[in-house]
């Protein structure tokens, strides 16, 4: 069993005296594990770090055996945010998610684009945090937890969409809140990156964590979370 893909490094851990078992959320093959033979090695350090992009070709005698990675270095990404603490931290938590999230050998490529876009935007734009609420809700939707933004589940209204219901899912606007809407989560936006990230946070645990059986969300999400509460900034553009 052979194939070549590209793809985002999510983790690499020590396997023997010199080996590495990494994972790899590729674009055509999913979110796949190998073993790097002298992964563990100097030369190899500065490739094998979260975010890195790479070309990989994975050989196994069988499909279900974990198999090896021969791996070529395409983009090294935490190089280049190194002096950023903030987009370090978005950087880790979208490698912890995708790896928390991903079913093994399941392609899921509209998610595979969007975090590329992701990665990218964290190395070239100051306002990246926004970008991140967007990835958030293609993460979810991608899994089949999907929010339905379109329009107000009460009124069918399309305008004035402030709130989103815990139960369904729906979006919901200020008129067809009325006394309920001191119950409801914040309406996902780019511009209120906190609130938006407590709404998709709610369905990150509740919905997806909890269909995983897991007790909750990786820890570096809440790492970010914090810095964003917190008011820490991204560093400037260009970079």
Request: a neutral charge.
């Amino acid at each position: 069993m052979e194939w070549q893909d590209q793809g985002v490094l999510l983790s690499a851990r020590r396997h023997g005296e010199n080996a590495a078992i990494i994972e790899v959320f590729t674009q055509h093959h999913g979110r796949h594990a190998g073993v790097v033979h002298g992964g563990a090695s100097r030369r190899m350090a500065p490739i094998l770090q979260p975010g890195a992009e790479l070309s990989v070709t994975w050989r196994a005698r069988l499909e279900d055996h974990i198999g090896t990675f021969r791996v070529e270095p395409i983009k090294a990404r935490a190089a280049l945010i190194m002096g950023d603490r903030m987009a370090l931290a978005g950087l880790n938590a979208i490698c912890a998610l995708l790896k928390f999230a991903l079913p093994e050998r399941a392609a899921h490529e509209p998610l595979y684009d969007a975090t590329e876009a992701m990665l990218l935007a964290l190395t070239c734009e100051a306002n990246w945090p926004h970008s991140y609420v967007l990835w958030e809700l293609t993460l979810l939707a991608e899994l089949g937890f999907g929010l339905d933004l379109a329009c107000c589940a009460v009124t069918g209204a399309r305008n004035d969409l402030a709130y989103v219901s815990p139960r369904t899912g729906r979006a919901v606007s200020r008129a067809g809140a009325g006394v309920w809407a001191d119950r409801l989560l914040p309406y996902p936006s780019p511009e209120r990156i906190v609130p938006s990230l407590a709404t998709t946070g709610f369905f990150l645990e509740h919905s997806l964590a909890h269909a995983l059986g897991a007790a909750s969300l990786p820890a570096a999400r809440g790492r970010l979370l914090e810095m964003l509460e917190k008011g820490v900034r991204p560093a400037g553009a260009g970079r």
